[in-house]
């Protein structure tokens, strides 16, 4: 490792005449759409090879693509992060990675792979959480772009450049590129923080919802993933207290699997495998090598125009759907003023007089626009309720069963907090 | 080394061996479980025997390889006779960077493609395609194949290329692509493809206006009244919907709801049914009420293949032809009088608001009934079509029958027919004008390198030169086509490593719909700007 970055360390000794043949043709004169501030020539070629930075998050599915094309393009400082290592089942997609690789960090051998094909290309690796890192190692980059298949970690990384944003320091806004796959489906989008709707404005646009309702899943399950659901979600907890689940650990899933299966039998549901268990409690989104590659490579040519100013960037959302002929769809997504995030409003949330708390969690849990899994609820000067610690559970835990109306006034606030929500979201209330 | 010591390493070796294809067995099937649930396992053996050509070892070239070789096609050719340059060293992943430089192109990219998946066969074939073209033994060779594709060929050559391939209804499809900086297409030559599988999202019917006898009889011998309370909020939205119809045709001589007052009384009926405010099946019922009106026995795309005239070289062709005669045989499964002239029936039963005994009685009820139309099926299919249903694969004929309201033909054209035909040309350029300027801008290039292959002289001008002579005079150009130009004469030969990465997503993408006939592929040519980030369909 310590090798190969003295040889291509130094950013511009692996160049060769002719090399950048290709790109060089769009950066040498600029297009009939091309906005005058571009500096076409040695300047743009020197910010790009010389001087910009960028930070890639995931070396996974598109993780891989988007380094190899950023090499390519000419960038020539890439950082990436990636907590991962290469598991066996990555191998049809995350090109990057071998056989002999598997049990290695995605980042480290990522960061390698393309530093030996791509000579004069420094990639730094850092094999850790996102979270990790502070506000101080974000502001060094120019852009960073994002592939991630968590939603979780997506939201933290867009919160957390949205927080960095100084008005008075324009070096601080930091341009996000996301991209997402799933089967031949995908998206792209520039996320200009404060400026354009931000990740968790569109969070009500992903199709899939996360969560089942908790009375289905208990008392009327129908589909073999109800049963997969029980099992993980009320069953584990109940059998393992307080043991944690891997959904890594084979011997766990199959556990699960067995438990589901049980279960589904006793209702004479068809369905449940091990695969489709594995795939319902580590939330696997079927990805495919050739949908990543479009994906990423619609992401790098955004980073590219941003970087060079050779063109327009998108405003703001490309969707493609390739499942029937090839359809896309590019738009601008707006910005919703509620947003937790970048909107400064509260978001209103209308309830019956009548609903207990245990409800109001129920609606949250269920809510796509909001998307969180065990919220903890309180309101100015009071503690509804509390999912940790155990002390402070049982303690409010009689809240459960009281009517909201009883404990917040009509117009009156409520904060949610919960481990996988990277902000506070503060509620209206309104009753009907 | 004695004897012993040998026959140890040959026993280890042996060992090893086995151990080696146990693991890369485990590897594979690991691998697949993720994409085969994107196009099952019949697909996934689509691919594994699939041949590919690609002409070219481009930038887009190895791009669309490597989106083939990493799900796992059974071989690939790449034909190409030139000699690596510092250019391509420095846009193109699948080469040794300056290592490749001076040797041949094909040769050093096949190495570092195969490497992604072992189980994929790959040679490099150093030779002109033109050369090819013009003997019969290199003719058979080009026709030999799944699948050709070509990436930013000659015009001449590119005609020679598209007429070998059309000429023969059995040989390969063709996909061109073209390139050039941040615009680019591609089309996808074939007579003709039928999908039986094409993953359609819609919901089949689900019959509630033409419920068979046990589902009506479920919905008649439902005493509202009797039921608890927990079994009312229970009872699924098909059953309430059914019965409703019944009702209401009992009291309108036999009519269905027609008029918007028809219809949204026919609605308050359903919530009238209500016992409790928070009874969620009866909102679902009133919610997919639509069905009731908008539901016809033959959906209108399923009854515009009915009339489709039969294809004369798609007779040529065994699978198509399996695929027309259980056409025809679904055309008489219609017109059966004995039968409710539908479609047969889907046992797809979306998710809804019940409890487990009565969706899963529910699923029962349409998994039975659907086998019973099915075994109709079979049965006619072998009156009419004797020779095809004692050769089919019964899993085909399963496959086409559960797939039946979501076939689909689509009927291509050869490459080349849209910029011949000028009234085509002009109504595209009214109707979607960035699509076909950005097309048309590309052609213009593809004919400008025919006759020089100076880049240097593909200006602006030349440009909307050649594309006035495609047009015609007196057709109105849209200002699109100046930004297309413009962008083609500021990279006529850029093989920009994002584009390329770009493209070989999509062509590999719509290459595996043809190979596995699931999905629906690309009919016309994809046109590509990642100045403005879109793609759109012509011609």
């Known amino acids: ?432 | 080394m004695t004897t012993a010591d040998s026959q140890d390493i040959e026993q280890a070796t042996a060992t090893l061996a086995y151990f080696t294809a146990i693991l890369s067995d485990h590897t594979r099937m690991l691998t697949r479980i993720s994409q085969e649930r994107i196009w099952a396992a019949s697909g996934q053996a689509a691919l594994e025997s699939a041949r590919i050509l690609v002409v070219s070892s481009s930038a887009t070239s190895t791009s669309i390889l490597k989106n083939l070789v990493l799900p796992g096609i059974g071989h690939f050719s790449i034909l190409d006779s030139a000699i690596t340059t510092p250019a391509d060293a420095g846009n193109n992943f699948f080469l040794n960077a300056r290592e490749s430089i001076g040797k041949p192109r094909a040769q050093e990219a096949v190495p570092l493609l195969r490497e992604l998946n072992e189980s994929v066969q790959g040679e490099a074939v150093l030779k002109d395609v033109k050369d090819l073209l013009g003997t019969e033994q290199g003719k058979d060779w080009l026709t030999g194949f799944s699948i050709v594709i070509a990436h930013n060929l000659d015009k001449p050559t590119l005609e020679e290329l598209s007429a070998l391939l059309w000429s023969n209804p059995e040989g390969p499809p063709l996909v061109t692509v073209r390139s050039a900086g941040f615009l680019a297409e591609f089309h996808i030559q074939y007579h003709e493809h039928c999908v039986s599988e094409s993953h359609s999202e819609n919901a089949p019917s689900l019959r509630i206006t033409r419920p068979f006898p046990a589902l009506l009889e479920w919905a008649r011998s439902l005493d509202l009244n009797a039921l608890d309370p927990t079994e009312h909020g229970h009872i699924p939205f098909v059953v309430i919907l059914v019965r409703q119809v019944d009702e209401w045709r009992k009291s309108h001589g036999g009519e269905l709801p027609k008029t918007l007052a028809e219809k949204k009384e026919f609605k308050k009926g359903i919530l009238a049914l209500k016992v409790k405010a928070d009874e969620e099946n009866f909102d679902e019922a009133e919610a997919q009420a639509w069905r009731v009106w908008s539901e016809p026995a033959i959906p209108s795309d399923i009854q515009a293949l009915f009339s489709l005239s039969a294809l004369q070289s798609a007779s040529a062709q065994p699978r198509q032809g399996t695929f027309h005669a259980l056409l025809h045989t679904l055309v008489e499964f219609t017109k059966d009088p004995a039968g409710s002239g539908t479609l047969p029936l889907s046992s797809n039963l979306p998710d809804m608001k019940s409890d487990t005994e009565s969706y899963v009685r529910l699923q029962n009820l349409y998994r039975q009934w659907a086998d019973v139309e099915k075994s109709k099926f079979k049965e006619l299919f072998e009156a009419k079509h004797p020779e095809a249903a004692a050769s089919v694969d019964p899993e085909e004929v399963d496959s086409f029958v559960k797939n039946s309201h979501h076939l689909r033909v689509l009927r291509g054209k050869r490459w080349g027919t849209f910029d011949a035909d000028r009234e085509a040309l002009g109504n595209a350029l009214a109707s979607t004008p960035r699509e076909a300027a950005t097309h048309l801008a590309l052609t213009a290039l593809t004919n400008l390198l025919a006759q020089d292959t100076d880049a240097s002289k593909v200006t602006d001008e030349a440009l909307k030169g050649e594309v006035i002579s495609l047009v015609g005079p007196g057709v109105e150009l849209p200002e699109e086509l100046d930004a297309a130009i413009g962008e083609i004469a500021r990279a006529p030969t850029a093989d920009i490593p994002n584009m390329a990465a770009f493209l070989g997503g999509l062509v590999a993408q719509e290459a595996i719909k043809m190979i596995t006939e699931q999905y629906v592929p690309l009919n016309g040519y994809c046109v590509v700007d990642l100045v403005d980030s879109w793609t759109g369909v012509v011609g």
Request: charged share 25%; aromatic share 8%; with cysteine.
């Open chain 1, 1 to 432: 490792m310590a090798a190969a970055v003295a040889i291509n360390g130094n950013a511009s000794s692996g160049d060769w005449e002719g090399r950048y043949y290709h790109v060089d043709q769009i950066l040498d004169r600029p297009g009939p759409r091309t906005d005058p501030s571009f500096l076409a020539g040695d300047e743009v070629k020197d910010f790009l090879r010389n001087k910009c930075k960028i930070l890639v998050i995931g070396a996974g599915g598109l993780g891989c693509e988007i380094l190899a094309n950023l090499a390519l393009s000419g960038f020539k400082d890439i950082h990436v992060i990636d907590m991962d290592t290469i598991d066996i089942s990555n191998l049809n997609r995350q090109f990057l990675f071998r056989q002999k690789d598997v049990g290695h960090s995605k980042a480290n051998v990522a960061a390698e792979f393309i530093m030996n094909r791509v000579p004069g290309v420094k990639v730094t690796p850092y094999f850790g959480k996102i979270q990790d890192k502070d506000e101080d190692y974000y502001l060094q980059f120019n852009l960073v772009i994002c592939g991630l298949d968590s939603v979780e970690a997506r939201r933290w990384i867009n919160a957390t450049l949205v927080n960095m944003v100084d008005p008075e320091n324009p070096e601080s806004l930091k341009p996000l590129i996301d991209g997402g796959t799933e089967g031949f489906k995908g998206q792209a989008r520039v996320i200009l923080p404060t400026v354009t709707s931000c990740y968790e404005c569109s969070l009500d646009m992903l199709n899939k919802p996360t969560a089942f309702p908790i009375c289905t899943i208990a008392n009327t399950p129908r589909l073999p993933e109800h049963c997969i659901e029980w099992a993980s979600v009320l069953e584990w907890p109940r059998v393992h207290g307080d043991k944690k689940m891997d959904t890594d650990n084979p011997e766990h899933i199959q556990w699960l699997y067995q438990i589901a299966l049980h279960r589904a039998q006793e209702f004479k549901i068809e369905g449940v495998t091990y695969s489709l268990t594995q795939g319902v409690v580590k939330n696997i989104i079927p990805a495919i090598a050739s949908t990543n590659a479009i994906i990423a490579a619609s992401c790098c040519n955004e980073a590219f125009k941003i970087a060079t100013s050779s063109a327009a960037y998108l405003n703001n959302y490309f969707m493609l759907i390739g499942t029937d002929g090839v359809y896309s769809y590019t738009f601008e997504h707006e910005k919703r003023d509620d947003c937790p995030v970048c909107g400064g409003e509260s978001l209103d949330i209308t309830l019956s007089k009548d609903w207990t708390v245990e409800r109001l969690i129920e609606i949250l849990v269920e809510r796509q626009d909001i998307q969180v899994k065990k919220p903890s609820l309180s309101s100015p000067g009071k503690q509804i309720y509390f999912q940790a610690p155990p002390q402070l559970e049982e303690a409010t835990r009689p809240n459960l069963e009281k009517k909201v109306s009883e404990l917040v006034a009509d117009g009156g606030e409520i904060t949610v907090t919960a481990t996988t929500l990277p902000f506070n979201l503060s509620l209206r209330v309104k009753y009907t």
